[in-house]
């Protein structure tokens, strides 16, 4: 269960500053705010945090599963989920010990958006061996980047992370005033049967070929729509992460003022919130006046006909604050600018496969096919007309781009399905240049959602060496194809 005490606790500054704002007067927002991005801060000589981190299976209760324990499977005892928390500057030694109940249950540790060596990538096969039922692996590492990031396994991710493997790691050293309050809201569904007390499918045919196989059960750190106690009047750091295998939601806030000042972890200049799109695995810190007295403020998913209300927030005490509401921006990211004059282009098309685009046909033509699909390989998405895994994960493919280290590319990546799709790349930090079906300012993210049909283009310096996961970050679309990895040498 998520306690309250465990989730509320220079030069390239201006540079980075005045681009943003550039960004923001290109893509028609109105920036909203005027105070500028703080300066980076150093990377200070840290200290070492340890953590042991033991995935196996917990009978948990959680409020949202309507008070029956559910054979979950969490890295730790008592509180779900792991909670990581670092000054820029720590080492993180983090031990991962395999107790997951099924002899041939391997399994890894993801570090989603870290900048970190290509060896604790988490990645099975290709950057690390498995971790097998009894086996203990650790990782060592100093992340470069502030900011909201969360890990996860990286085998059978759709079971694993659908049975609640995951954590969240906070880098601290981003503020340049401190906020009232500091809280993670995780948001996410279960693909539970509350009433039977056990879990469903995680895994289906229709869901793999088209948007996903959904989960009934919405929820918030575990709950069904909770009340968030907030200090009245404050102005609160809200850092959400979207830790579903499939949705996508359309987040707003709907009762009182908030802007989002980091996407992905990275610093943003403050900018009003209306909507934004999540795709799975993205975060955006948001600060928020929180409400006072009897007034309610609620956090809203407007990706639907009708918008779900997530979560509420509520004051409590004395009026923190009087002013206008003038958000405090965070410190300016350290993430190397691309040289967009001499970038190398690529081209990355993501498409569904033959049996992708039957399974994905109206009911009354893909009934018969679908027994033939089932004791296929399963290849659904593609990138670039190629599918990984094709049977087997621990299969490496060719990768699907050579880069040179220090070397600055634009991706053109075009979606040619039907269907929405959130690219995450590992080990670097895209910056989404342009897009013909969204109208986004230039940002920093590691996982881009691409509308269908859409086209956007973005750029980033090839610094990191390695063989680096390119995929799409809705899980059964990268079980069933649409996953690669770019090398960089």
């Not at 196989?213 to 918030?220: A, E, F, H, I, N």
Request: glycine fraction near 8%; charge should be neutral.
């Amino acid at each position: 269960m998520v306690t309250r005490r465990q989730f509320t606790a220079g030069a390239a500054g201006v540079v980075a500053t005045a681009a943003a704002a550039a960004a923001l007067a290109r893509a028609g927002v109105a920036p909203g705010y005027s105070r500028s991005l703080g300066e980076t801060a150093p990377i200070p000589e840290g200290k070492t945090v340890a953590a042991r981190l033991v995935a196996a299976e917990r009978p948990t209760v959680l409020t949202c599963f309507g008070g029956r324990p559910l054979p979950m499977w969490t890295f730790s005892d008592g509180a779900w989920p792991a909670l990581l928390r670092l000054t820029l500057g720590d080492r993180l030694e983090a031990s991962l010990e395999n107790k997951l109940p099924r002899p041939d249950e391997i399994t890894s540790i993801h570090w989603h958006g870290i900048r970190l060596p290509n060896n604790q990538d988490g990645v099975p096969y290709l950057v690390q061996p498995p971790v097998s039922p009894g086996e203990i692996f650790r990782y060592s590492f100093v992340p470069p980047d502030t900011g909201t990031f969360f890990f996860h396994t990286h085998c059978n991710t759709v079971e694993q992370l659908g049975r609640g493997l995951l954590g969240v790691l906070i880098v601290d050293g981003d503020t340049t005033e401190s906020y009232d309050a500091d809280t993670v809201l995780i948001m996410r569904d279960w693909h539970v049967d509350p009433a039977a007390g056990q879990f469903t499918p995680f895994f289906t045919l229709r869901g793999a070929g088209r948007a996903g196989t959904y989960g009934p059960v919405r929820s918030v750190n575990g709950a069904v729509n909770p009340e968030i106690r907030l200090p009245a009047a404050g102005d609160c750091r809200l850092r959400l992460i979207n830790a579903d295998v499939t949705r996508i939601m359309q987040i707003g806030i709907e009762g009182a003022e908030a802007a989002i000042i980091a996407i992905d972890g990275i610093a943003v200049p403050p900018l009003p919130l209306s909507s934004w799109s999540m795709g799975p695995a993205t975060r955006i810190d948001v600060v928020l006046r929180a409400p006072q007295g009897t007034r309610i403020a609620r956090l809203v998913d407007r990706s639907t006909p009708k918008p779900v209300e997530l979560a509420h927030f509520t004051g409590s005490g004395e009026p923190r604050r009087k002013s206008r509401f003038s958000p405090a921006p965070l410190r300016a990211g350290r993430i190397p600018e691309p040289d967009l004059k001499t970038a190398t282009r690529m081209n990355f098309a993501f498409h569904a496969s033959d049996d992708g685009r039957l399974v994905a046909a109206p009911d009354d033509s893909a009934g018969g096919p679908l027994g033939e699909i089932c004791r296929s390989s399963r290849t659904f998405w593609t990138i670039n007309d190629r599918a990984w895994p094709e049977r087997d994960h621990s299969r490496l493919p060719p990768p699907l781009a050579l880069l040179q280290r220090g070397q600055s590319y634009i991706f053109q990546l075009k979606n040619s399905s039907k269907f929405s799709h959130p690219i995450h790349i590992h080990g670097h930090t895209f910056k989404l240049l342009r897009s013909n079906k969204q109208n986004r300012p230039e940002h920093h993210t590691d996982t881009l959602l691409l509308l269908p049909e859409e086209q956007a283009e973005v750029a980033f310096v090839a610094d990191n060496p390695g063989d680096w996961m390119f995929h799409c970050h809705i899980i059964e679309h990268q079980e069933t194809g649409m996953m690669g990895y770019i090398r960089v040498v």
